[in-house]
């Protein structure tokens, strides 16, 4: 007990010192996301990713594959192919219009794109972000509450309002640890944790031989990949997990990284490289984890109650106490991450979006900046409210907030980067609809997942896609919603070509120089170098 | 161990999720073409 709480400060501590010294020693200009200024790519590579994996990733996911077996991997596919095509579709043409735009956050983007003068896309879309971002939040406290109720023997409540109160405390210093570098420590430590933790279960175990003996022995359909399902069953499985990579389009928190890279040809190589690589790593690491978990508590070497508990489960069984702080220290912190960065987007969609921007009030800086904080404290107290009356289970919760931000603005920011046709209409109607329609199916009809329980021809729908994340379907009746209404309207002339202007290619030799290689040119000019 | 479908699921993804990279990756290589970024947008 003494050794984890140590392994936990020392950590912090650790956290802390980089945090010190990146504030010294780093150009002041490239420290925080805020406001969209320059981070070199690697950090800002690594921090989309420690952003986007948190509490899902060290126990929401492991605790699936300790659920359902290999089938579970499914998921895993669809958030590797996720990150690939928010990459591929999203990043450098998000990044090339917010730079042409001087758009910072999500809705400022899709209000100049769209030459909304309504301000209704501003005001839709930061009620899409307040509602569900305190749902994502209340996901993270949940998650710390069941690793600090794991490591000292504390109920998962006490441990969801100590995780709630350290963020707030953590977010009301101004974001102190939210340097760059933090981040891709987090990054790195998340690497480590998960390569370390299933070689130490095979280790305990006596191999993968003997883990998959010891599996298929209790429940052969862990080896499924199908999870035991054929025919129609067995697409609908599959597609039930796999179905996260359509959420990735449409994630506040994740896009908004590919905002503020300074060079939008950056994020075609190195960045999907770094962010491909480490999303491959963790993943395996995050599913083997729960898969061997399985064979380990089958073998009665680990004693766990709820699946999703089993890494900090593991590690408190298998490594010295002060390591096991290390790991548990580490899930608490990959959570910090990632709800101080979710907590911020929310506080300025109410600061900025709303009163500054739609109501036009101008107000102090100093009480701008008390206002935020008043809206930190008071999602804080939402969120929690929501992580003690909730299911509990930080995989379901995860998935219903990254639904209704799926469906809010996937759609429409997928469209409005690749069609220059999408009118402001269009943008309206479908980013209303989402909201409106994910809110009623998640809280009144489905849950997060399709069932047969619904009432009426609902239930006759969710029999047949039982388990299918409701977002998924829902996110390609918005796309049609949005398509639809955008060609019975018009779109101003010369957004389309300025659309048509903003993305045409060039070949490679004439692009103009990058900073860098404007320098070396200088130098060469005046003989510095040859 | 693993059936061989339960291999192909984990090994022909991940594969397949590096051959994106590659592609994608040096898409401006294999094509010659690049966005054209200014000063402005940079």
Redesign the interface.
Known sequence: MEGILAGIIVYLIILMAIGIWANKYTASEDQYFVGGRKVSIIAAALSDKASDFSGWLMLGYPGQAFKSGLGAFWAAIGCLFGTLADYVFVGPRLRIYSGKFRAITVPDYLEARLMDNTKLIRILGALIILIFMTVYVSAQYTAGGKALAQAFNISVNEGIILTAVVVMIYVLMGGFFAVVWTDVVQAMFMVATLVIMPILALNALGGFDKATMVIASSSPTHLDPFGGKTGLAAIVFAIGYASWIVGYFGQPHIVTRYMSVDDPRKLRRPGIFISGIWTIIVLWGAFFSGFIGYALFKAGIVNVTDPERIIPAMAIALMPSWLAGFVIAGILAAIMSTADSQLLVASSAVARDVLHMVFGIELEEGIMVNLGRVVVVTLTILAVYLAIKGGKIVYDIVATAWGGLAVGFGPILLLSLWWSRVTKEAGIVGMAYGLISEVILESKIYGWAFNPKAPGIFGAIGAKLTGVPVFFVNFFITLGVIIVVSLLTKPPKDIVEMHKTLFRKVPVKERSMSPAENVAAFAKEIGLIS | ???A??W???LV??FL??L??LI??????I????????????
């Not at chain 2, 994608?24 to 290589?29: E, H, Q, R, S, V």
């Not at chain 2, 073409?33 to 200014?38: H, L, N, Q, R």
């Open positions: 161990m693993f059936s479908e339960g192909a699921l984990l993804p991940t999720a590096i994106v990279m994608y990756g040096f898409w401006d290589k094509t010659g073409m690049e966005y054209y970024v200014d000063e402005d947008v940079l």
